[in-house]
C-alpha cells in the first residue's frame, strides 16, 4: 500500500511570489520524499559569481559561491540524500536571511561565521533531517510558518484542502462563524482559514503540547491570535471531548488526522521515520483510529445540517470511510463526496450531519 507521500510524485508546484521568481515545490518521491526546488530558468544555476570571505587574519580570501553549493551538493548526493541541490541552495539562502538563493545580493560579505553555518546546517542535511526543520521556516500557500520538530511539516495536499474548505465555506463571507480543527500540528490549516475568512474564529486542538504552543506561536505572526484558542488534548479522552462541545457547536469541523496503517509507518523516508512525530502519522492497524473517533464524535460537534465535516484521509479510505458512515446510522451522518488531490487521487472527504 502506498503511503502519503507516493501521491507527490513528480510533481512541481510553483508559488505565487509576487517578483515571479518563485520557489518551487518539487515531489520526486517515492516514501516521504519533500523538498523545494529552484527555479531552474532563474535559479543559482546562472550564479558564477565569487563572495569575498573576511577572516579574522587575512585581508580576505575569494571563495566561488556557485563552489561552496557544488561541494555541499556533491556531498549530500554521494551519501544518498535526496534533493541534495535544492536543499543546499534553501540552506545557503537561509544562511543569507532570503528565501532563495538568488536573492542574496552577490555582494554580501561571506563571513566565517556564514560558511560555519551553512556547514553546520548542512551537516544536519547529511544526518537526514528534513531542511523544513534545519531552516526553522516553510510556506502554506502565502504564509510563512515557522516549523519546530517534531510537529509534521505541512503537505501541498493541505494547501489544497484549505482552498477547497474556504471556497465550500457554508456560511455567507460576512457571517460569522467558528471552525474547530482536530490535529492543528503548525496550525496551517487553520490560520489559513482564518485569514482568509475575517469573521470566522477557530478551536484547534492537538495532543502534542509542541504543536499547540507553534500553532501560537504561528498566529501571532499573523496577528490571529485573538480569533484562534488552542487546546492540548486528546480526542480519545472524554473530557477533551466535552471541552470542545463547550465552545461549539461549529459550522466546521476540518482534520487531517493521523491515518498511515501500520505497514505504511515501515515504508517512510528516513526524514519522515527519523523526525516527525509517529503520532501525527500512525493511525493504527488500518490507520481508521482516529478517522473513527472523529466520525463518532461529529454529532456531538457540529451544529447542524448546513454544517460541514472536512477529512483528509490516505488513498484507500474515503471508500470505507463512506460504508463506515452507512453501518453507523448512530453517527447521523451523511457521506456527501470525495474531492481529488493534485494527483487525481480521491483524499479530501465531505460529509454533513444528517439532523
Ligand atoms: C497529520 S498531522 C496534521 C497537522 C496539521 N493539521 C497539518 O495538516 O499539517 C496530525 C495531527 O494530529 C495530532 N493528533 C494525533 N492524535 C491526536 C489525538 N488523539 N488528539 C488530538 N490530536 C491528535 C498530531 O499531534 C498531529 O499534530
Not at 3 to 26: H, I, Q, T
Not at 326 to 341: G, R, V
Request: include cysteine.
Amino acid at each position: 500500500m502506498s503511503c502519503l507521500f507516493n501521491l507527490l510524485r513528480n510533481y512541481v508546484y510553483r508559488r505565487s511570489a509576487a517578483d515571479g521568481l518563485c520557489r518551487k515545490y518539487m515531489y520526486t518521491a517515492t516514501c516521504g520524499r519533500y523538498c523545494t526546488s529552484l527555479s531552474i530558468e532563474k535559479g543559482y544555476r546562472s550564479f558564477s559569481t565569487s563572495f569575498h570571505v573576511h577572516n579574522r587574519t587575512s585581508h580576505s580570501k575569494v571563495i566561488s559561491f556557485s563552489r561552496l553549493i557544488q561541494t555541499w551538493t556533491e556531498r549530500l548526493s554521494r551519501a544518498d540524500v535526496p534533493e541534495a541541490e535544492c536543499s543546499v541552495n534553501l540552506i545557503v539562502a537561509h544562511a543569507f536571511g532570503k528565501k532563495m538563493v538568488h536573492e542574496v545580493d552577490m555582494k554580501t560579505v561571506l563571513s566565517e561565521q556564514i560558511l560555519r553555518s551553512i556547514d553546520e546546517m548542512c551537516s544536519e542535511r547529511l544526518k537526514r533531517v528534513p531542511v523544513q526543520y534545519i531552516i526553522g521556516e516553510w510556506d502554506f500557500h502565502d504564509m510563512t510558518l515557522e516549523m519546530r520538530q517534531p510537529v509534521l511539516i505541512p503537505r501541498p495536499e493541505t494547501e489544497e484542502l484549505a482552498s477547497i474548505i474556504v471556497d465550500e465555506w457554508p456560511l455567507e463571507r460576512e457571517q460569522e462563524g467558528t471552525f474547530l480543527e482536530i490535529g492543528c500540528g503548525t496550525g496551517a490549516l487553520s490560520l489559513y482559514i482564518l485569514s482568509k475568512l475575517p469573521n470566522v474564529q477557530c478551536i484547534a486542538v492537538d495532543k502534542s503540547e509542541t504543536a499547540c504552543t507553534l500553532t501560537l506561536t504561528n498566529a501571532s505572526r499573523f496577528n490571529l491570535q485573538d480569533r484562534i484558542q488552542v487546546i492540548h488534548g486528546d480526542i480519545f479522552k472524554d473530557q477533551t471531548i466535552s471541552e470542545l462541545s463547550c465552545n461549539g457547536p461549529y459550522n466546521v469541523l476540518v482534520s487531517n488526522p493521523p491515518y498511515l496503517t501500520s505497514d505504511e509507518m515501515d515504508t517512510l523516508e528516513k526524514e519522515v521515520a527519523g523526525y516527525e512525530d509517529h503520532g501525527a502519522l500512525h493511525g493504527g492497524t488500518d490507520g481508521l483510529d482516529i478517522i473513527c473517533r472523529i466520525l463518532a464524535e461529529s454529532c456531538n460537534l457540529i451544529k447542524d445540517k448546513q454544517s460541514v465535516l472536512w477529512l483528509e484521509v490516505g488513498l484507500e479510505q474515503p471508500e470505507k470511510i463512506k460504508k463506515i458512515v452507512e453501518l453507523h446510522p448512530e453517527f447521523m451522518l451523511s457521506y456527501i463526496k470525495t474531492i481529488q488531490d493534485f494527483t487525481q487521487r480521491g483524499r479530501f472527504c465531505k460529509l454533513q450531519l444528517k439532523k
